[in-house]
């Protein structure tokens, strides 16, 4: 049974940082895609980045661009979520997924089989 948990979320100024973390188990990840979403309050949830396990291949889309930075420890079963220069609107719920289609830059929802429950990010100005 695969299991996806997040933490590292929290309250922290604007232009600060934080890494958010998600510890995967239940099998084994390298055929899976593993991507970062947020849910921000009244919006849709969307992607930010995603990361092929097996080779470090990454992608971001324009909301990640810049400031975020997607990594993977594989001996850990680890992925974290860089996030610099935070602004208040990127105050949300962010959720670490897990999807086998193979393709990184599918941003849809339905794509990912597996999700984690979720680390509150609030960004104070």
């Known amino acids: 049974q695969v299991q996806l948990v997040e933490s590292g979320g929290g309250l922290v100024q604007a232009g600060g940082s934080l890494r958010l973390s998600c510890a995967a188990s239940?099998?084994?990840?390298?055929?899976?895609?593993m991507g970062w979403f947020r849910q921000a309050p009244g919006k849709e949830r969307e992607l930010l980045a995603a990361?092929?396990?097996?080779?470090?291949?990454?992608y971001y889309t324009d909301s990640a661009k810049g400031r975020f930075t997607i990594s993977r420890d594989n001996a850990k079963n680890m992925v974290y979520l860089q996030m610099n220069s935070l602004k208040p609107e990127d105050t949300a719920v962010y959720y670490c997924?897990?999807?086998?289609?193979?393709?990184?830059?599918?941003?849809?929802?339905?794509?990912?089989?597996?999700w984690g429950q979720g680390t509150q990010v609030t960004v104070a100005s």
């Open positions: 239940g099998r084994t990840f390298s055929g899976y895609i």
């Open positions: 997924a897990a999807q086998t289609s193979g393709v990184i830059w599918d941003t849809a929802l339905t794509t990912y089989d597996y």
């Open positions: 990361i092929r396990w097996s080779s470090g291949l990454t």
